[in-house]
C-alpha cells in the first residue's frame, strides 16, 4: 500500500529533551512538508523540503531542525529551543514535479504524532 | 506571506445544506483544496478545483470559486452527522484554520 506514515502516534518528552519525530513516505514524491497544528489556529508550517539533501524554512521554524539524506524520509528534531513543543505535528508530501512551483499539487497527509513535553 | 482565512465555527441541522466559506490572498495558484479533518486523525483531501473554473461539483460537494474576490466556498448538500468534522481550506502549502463544522440531529 502506498502511503505516508507517520510515528510514534503519542510521544512523551521531559522539558529540555530533543526529540525526532519520524515520517515516512513510499509515494516516490518529491516534496515534503511538516504542519504543527494547535487548537483554533490551523496548520502552521514549520519546514518543507522540495528535493532531496534541500530544505527551506517554513512560518515557524524556530527550534526546529529537519534532515532529508533520502527521498522517503524527512525527519523532525523538536528541539530543546522549541518554548510550546507539544502540539499535533503532521506531516505531508506531494509530487511536486520540478518546474511547476511549490504547492500546486495534492498534498497527501501521515495521521499525525502528538507529542506532549512534561 | 500568503493568508488563507476562514471562520472557526458552523453549526447546522441534519439534512440542510452547509456552506463553508474561504477567503486567500495569493492569486499565482494552479489548485485550490478543501481537506477534512476527523478528531485526532490526519487530514484528508475532499475535493479540489483548478484555479481557470468557477464551480466543481462532485456528488454532495459543491465548490464555488470567485478568483476576482479571491473567495473559495464549499457546499455539502444533505449534510449528515458523519460529516461533523473541521474542514481546512488550503493554498498550498498554506492552510486556513479550518472550521469545526457540527451537524445536529
Known amino acids: 500500500d502506498g502511503g505516508i506514515t507517520q510515528s510514534p502516534k503519542y510521544l512523551f518528552r521531559k522539558e529540555g529533551q530533543n526529540v525526532t519525530l519520524s515520517c515516512e513516505q513510499n509515494?516516490?514524491?518529491?516534496?515534503m512538508y511538516w504542519y504543527r497544528q494547535d487548537p483554533g489556529q490551523g496548520l502552521r508550517l514549520i519546514y518543507y523540503?522540495?528535493?532531496?539533501?534541500?530544505?527551506q524554512k517554513g512560518d515557524i521554524a524556530e527550534g526546529y531542525s529537519v534532515s532529508r539524506e533520502k527521498k522517503e524520509s524527512f525527519p523532525l528534531t523538536v528541539t530543546s529551543a522549541q518554548k510550546n513543543p507539544t502540539a499535533f505535528y503532521l506531516c505531508?508530501?506531494?509530487?511536486?514535479?520540478?518546474?511547476?512551483?511549490?504547492?500546486?499539487?495534492?498534498?497527501?497527509f501521515g495521521q499525525g504524532t502528538r507529542l506532549t513535553v512534561v | 506571506g500568503e493568508d488563507v482565512e476562514q471562520s472557526l465555527f458552523l453549526s447546522v441541522r441534519e439534512g440542510d445544506s452547509s456552506v463553508i466559506n474561504c477567503t486567500y490572498t495569493?492569486?499565482?495558484?494552479?489548485?485550490l483544496y478543501w481537506y477534512k479533518q476527523e478528531p485526532g486523525a490526519g487530514l484528508q483531501l475532499l475535493t479540489y478545483?483548478?484555479?481557470?473554473?468557477d464551480m466543481k461539483q462532485d456528488q454532495r460537494l459543491t465548490v464555488l470559486l470567485n478568483k476576482k474576490d479571491k473567495h473559495l466556498s464549499l457546499r455539502i448538500a444533505d449534510t449528515q452527522t458523519g460529516d461533523s468534522a473541521i474542514y481546512f481550506c488550503?493554498?498550498?502549502?498554506?492552510f486556513g484554520a479550518g472550521t469545526r463544522l457540527t451537524v445536529k440531529p
Open positions: 505531508a508530501s506531494s509530487i511536486d514535479p520540478a518546474g511547476t512551483g511549490l504547492g500546486n499539487t495534492e498534498a497527501f
Open positions: 509515494l516516490n514524491h518529491d516534496a
Open positions: 523540503s522540495q528535493i532531496v539533501n534541500d530544505f
Open positions: 495569493d492569486s499565482s495558484s494552479t489548485y
Open positions: 478545483i483548478f484555479s481557470n473554473m
Open positions: 488550503a493554498d498550498l502549502p498554506t
